[in-house]
């Protein structure tokens, strides 16, 4: 069976992203074209779709492109990238967990500013907002 060679124009339009985005993966190496036309357009084969679901998917799940691009080169250098995908995945977890850390901290230092917030405080000099103090 022959395979389907495409242009990147067909596979932006059959994956759903753009052709800039599809060429950043390209000269990021996470998008290997197959080849080139007699006209000299890259082209793709119908593994280049499985290949962006799966970027997509990590993209999702948090990862950076870089991280994926590692995942990729497991995989590209023939073994399954099961285990680095695991590891960065934990590594998300623990990068949510700090964020979440963060953000709670914010919770309580936007709680205790708007506790003490005054409507319409009174004018103090040059400050814009005097219930900031900036």
């Not at 995945?89 to 506790?115: F, M, P, S």
Request: net charge positive; charged share 30%.
């Amino acid at each position: 069976m022959t395979a389907v060679a495409m242009k990147i124009g067909t596979l932006a339009g059959r994956s759903g992203l753009s052709v800039k985005t599809l060429r950043y993966y390209e000269d990021l190496g996470l998008l290997p074209a197959i080849g080139r036309s007699d006209g000299g357009y890259r082209l793709f084969g119908e593994e280049s779709l499985r290949r962006l679901e799966f970027i997509r998917r990590l993209k999702t799940l948090g990862l950076s492109l870089e991280e994926i691009q590692d995942c990729l080169a497991v995989h590209d250098a023939g073994a399954l990238p099961c285990a680095d995908i695991q590891r960065q995945l934990e590594r998300q977890i623990d990068r949510i967990d700090g964020q979440i850390r963060e953000l709670r901290q914010l919770r309580k230092e936007l709680q205790t500013l708007l506790a003490g917030w005054r409507s319409d405080p009174a004018k103090q000099g040059d400050l814009i907002c005097p219930n900031l103090q900036v």
